[in-house]
């Protein structure tokens, strides 16, 4: 079983930068979509940003323009580059395939933005 470790997490102020690493114990496969996902207190866990082999992107409505996904194959490893948080940001961050349900979820990582 793949296990998804999140690192890179914490507290930020509002405008501040941070970039989230997601480690895979195995392989990501080519042909897997992966993404980062995101889950805030009272909150259902919601897809943030999705990228496919191939590169192609996908953004949530709220974090377009401002979170840039990556991925790196050869190291199992993927990214979640965030500028210009924003309070509303705070939330456990998780890393898992897209669509999600194969594989269990991590630990996840916490970003919390101050005002």
């Known amino acids: 079983q793949v296990q998804l470790v999140e690192s890179g997490g914490g507290s930020v102020q509002a405008g501040g930068s941070l970039t989230l690493s997601c480690v895979a114990s195995g392989r990501l496969f080519g042909g897997a979509g992966v993404g980062w996902y995101r889950q805030a207190p009272g909150e259902q866990r919601d897809l943030v940003a999705r990228?496919?082999?191939?590169?192609?992107?996908v953004y949530a409505d709220s974090v377009k323009g401002r979170f840039l996904i990556s991925r790196n194959n050869a190291i199992n490893t993927m990214y979640l580059r965030m500028n210009n948080l924003k309070p509303e940001d705070t939330a456990v961050y998780y890393c898992n395939l897209y669509p999600a349900g194969s594989l269990s979820w991590g630990r996840g990582t916490q970003v919390t933005v101050s005002s």
């Open positions: 990228i496919t082999n191939s590169g192609r992107t």
